[in-house]
């Protein structure tokens, strides 16, 4: 019922960038905290960016290895979430998921830990090489 669908991945070289959308249905994105995550081979799931619930602070937050180079954004009349990779490096490279989770009203949305998002997207792949 509750879907999210990732979109926009794809294989660039080095400096390049890439949007990646994930869309929802079955429930409205704009009052949940919105997570981008990734995995790399070998490794966990980190979050990546997120946005949180405009009703707690509708803050943005981003991991230190992207910050500055990574923009989320959320389309509330599509229902849309968007992370805009800009100048992308061979470490980027990962499979990428969306996920929410329905606000508590309390928390930003970094401070949720991944076992606590009840929705998920399939990922999608973005490999960066030259």
């Known amino acids: 019922q509750a879907r999210l669908v990732e979109s926009g991945g794809g294989s660039v070289q080095p400096g390049e960038s890439l949007t990646l959308s994930c869309v929802a249905s079955g429930f409205t994105l704009q009052y949940q905290a919105s997570t981008w995550f990734r995995q790399a081979p070998g490794k966990g799931r980190e979050v990546i960016g997120c946005v949180s619930n405009p009703d707690v602070d509708g803050r943005k937050y981003y991991d230190d290895s992207v910050k500055g180079r990574f923009t989320v954004s959320r389309d509330n009349a599509k229902n849309t979430l968007y992370l805009h990779l800009n100048r992308l490096k061979t470490e980027d490279t990962a499979v990428y998921y969306c996920?929410?989770?329905?606000?508590?009203?309390?928390?930003?949305?970094?401070?949720?830990?991944?076992?606590?998002?009840?929705?998920w997207g399939q990922g999608t792949q973005v490999t960066v090489s030259s």
């Open positions: 996920a929410a989770v329905t606000s508590d009203y309390v928390r930003s949305c970094h401070e949720y830990e991944p076992y606590e998002f009840g929705s």
